[in-house]
């Protein structure tokens, strides 16, 4: 069964400091893995894809099969970064269903 | 191009009645799937269509159904509200499997 552990409910970084936001996943086949992100009083929206291997707003995230994890990082966090960050999982081929983290609230202290 | 959009934004129903949600997603995309967002269960997998069929389905009572018509709109329905239901419900749309989704604002459903 798919399963997305994020292990922090809340992280609190300075700004300018490195953030990075734990994912691990379990799914027994290849999975599409996803970074979505919620702002204060705005929509979900998708932050990244592993299988663009983009880097959006300075975000990176890479997919480590080993490890089964796909950890948001960016160098130097912002204020404008805080927000609640949620990993999400589909693992059915040609399927659109999303299993998602229960989510990590980043606050970005200035 | 317009967004996902979600009618109602709010809605109040007693126990027992029943409520219907409407989402029209964005133009072209032909994938929509629902979600419930809860405190306490966090976001959960409700269905997703694609062309009018049914193509996935989450872990929900069969009180939880949807439906989608030939201009991709889709609706969903739940008979015999609970108090549990009440819930931030989702839609979302996409036009490429696993490409990820566009959501909507939501409906926040209150059941008392």
């Known amino acids: 069964a798919q399963r997305v552990t994020q292990p922090e409910k809340l992280l609190s970084v300075f700004k300018g400091a490195p953030v990075e936001l734990k994912c691990n996943y379990s799914?027994?086949?290849?999975?599409?893995l996803f970074w979505y992100v919620q702002y204060s009083r705005q929509r979900l929206q998708l932050l990244l894809r592993?299988?663009s291997r983009e880097s959006i707003k300075g975000f990176t995230a890479d997919l480590n099969k080993g490890e089964t994890s796909f950890h948001l990082k960016k160098p130097f966090a912002q204020e404008e970064d805080s927000a609640m960050y949620y990993c999400?999982?589909?693992?059915?081929?040609?399927?659109?269903?999303?299993?998602f983290g229960t989510g990590t609230r980043l606050t970005v202290i200035p | 191009k317009a967004g996902v959009t979600q009618t109602p934004r709010y809605l109040i129903k007693t126990r027992g009645q029943q409520v219907t949600l409407s989402c029209s997603p964005i133009s072209g995309h032909r994938s929509v799937s629902w979600y419930q967002q809860t405190p306490g269960q966090g976001l959960q997998f409700l269905f997703e269509y694609f062309s009018e069929t049914q193509r996935n389905k989450g872990n929900f009572p069969g009180r939880f159904s949807g439906r989608q018509f030939s201009n991709s709109r889709s609706e969903m329905n739940v008979s015999t509200l609970e108090l549990g239901d009440s819930a931030l419900y989702l839609c979302?749309?996409?036009?490429?499997?696993?490409?990820?989704?566009?959501f909507g604002s939501g409906t926040r459903l209150t059941v008392v």
């Open positions: 592993h299988i």
């Open positions: 799914y027994s086949g290849s999975p599409e």
């Open positions: 979302a749309s996409s036009n490429r499997a696993n490409y990820g989704y566009t």
């Open positions: 999400a999982l589909s693992g059915q081929t040609g399927a659109n269903n999303l299993f």
